[in-house]
């Protein structure tokens, strides 16, 4: 009923900058929060950034000063701009979204398939 598609990724040298962009369809009644996470080869999936419906954000440390979160809410859109790419941000980054579907009172998070993102050294 929801779905969540990616786009951005790709390999980019230690420096580089690189934009993703993150779709959601389908029955939609509305959107909460938003947010990107990563997950890195043997590592546990790691919230990257947050923006709730209303424009306020959240940055993991590691991230603060590079990356930008936002959304365009007439879209269903988030973007991360992602900026002095280290290559410590190489990762899978996955897109996920409080949504509320047509049909239901409650809002339920849904996930991204996930696009990779590798820095290069």
């Known amino acids: 009923q929801v779905q969540l598609v990616e786009s951005g990724g790709d390999l980019v040298q230690a420096g580089g900058s690189l934009r993703l962009s993150c779709v959601a369809s389908g029955s939609i009644y509305s959107i909460n929060d938003m947010g990107w996470y990563r997950q890195a080869p043997g590592r546990l999936r790691e919230l990257v950034a947050q923006?709730?419906?209303?424009?306020?954000?959240n940055y993991a440390d590691s991230v603060k000063g590079r990356f930008t979160i936002s959304r365009d809410n007439a879209k269903s859109t988030v973007y991360l701009q992602m900026n002095s790419l280290k290559p410590e941000d190489t990762a899978v980054y996955y897109c996920?979204?409080?949504?509320?579907?047509?049909?239901?009172?409650?809002?339920?998070?849904?996930w991204g398939q996930g696009t990779q993102v590798t820095v290069s050294s």
């Open positions: 923006i709730t419906s209303g424009g306020s954000t």
């Open positions: 996920a979204a409080d949504i509320r579907i047509t049909t239901t009172p409650r809002s339920t998070w849904y």
